[in-house]
């Protein structure tokens, strides 16, 4: 594990692995290594205001008729930490920015300690638009709004995903157990190695 193994451990989290088999790191370079020098950072710059474009557009579930404001995503296009929260709050809804609001605020702490900035990662939520009065989300909006988080996660290719929530978790790993089942172990997503 890199030097921010202790802090993952220390905050009861463990790496998320791209692919169904490999653990081996030797076989892939790090995001920034490969993206400078394959050039694909610019692509993947361009996809994601491609993809945020969409998203803006989005019409798929009623949750467009209640939005302020898109809440797409944000941070490192090369990052290596990917953190995915549930839905964007008011304050999110307000600003057009993921994390914003109070838990933007522990958010900060938490990259903080592990001497991270928000420049440093990429968060984004499984919903792009707010639910009313912060209800959990419905079954189709997750449907027709996920795949522009599995998007973003190909476009980034981040090695570490922080599920931040149970409900975050539950997405990301198709799975309905709760956190605490989920805790303690590696989880792969994805097919294929990144």
């Not at 030797?26 to 361009?46: C, I, M, V, W, Y």
């Not at 995915?84 to 958010?107: H, M, N, T, W």
């Not at 290719?157 to 805790?183: K, Y």
Request: aromatic share 8%; glycine share 10%.
């Amino acid at each position: 594990m890199d030097q921010h193994g202790p802090y993952l451990r220390e905050m009861g989290l463990t790496r998320w692995r791209f692919g169904s088999q490999s653990t081996d790191r030797t076989k892939f370079p790090s995001n920034k290594e490969q993206h400078f020098r394959d050039g694909s950072l610019k692509a993947n710059l361009g996809n994601l205001a491609v993809l945020a474009r969409e998203a803006d557009g989005c019409r798929r579930c009623g949750l467009h008729r209640t939005r302020g404001k898109v809440v797409f995503g944000s941070g490192s296009a090369a990052a290596r930490w990917m953190f995915v929260g549930e839905a964007p709050g008011a304050e999110e809804d307000k600003q057009g920015l993921p994390f914003v609001g109070r838990a933007g605020v522990l958010l900060g702490a938490m990259l903080n300690s592990i001497r991270l900035s928000r420049d440093d990662v990429y968060i984004a939520n499984v919903l792009k638009c707010r639910p009313p009065n912060n209800r959990d989300p419905f079954g189709q909006e997750v449907r027709e709004c996920a795949p522009f988080l599995h998007r973003q996660i190909d476009l980034v290719q981040p090695e570490i995903i922080v599920a931040m929530g149970r409900f975050a978790a539950q997405v990301l790993l198709d799975s309905d157990q709760n956190l605490v089942q989920l805790r303690g172990r590696p989880h792969n997503f994805g097919e294929t190695s990144a």
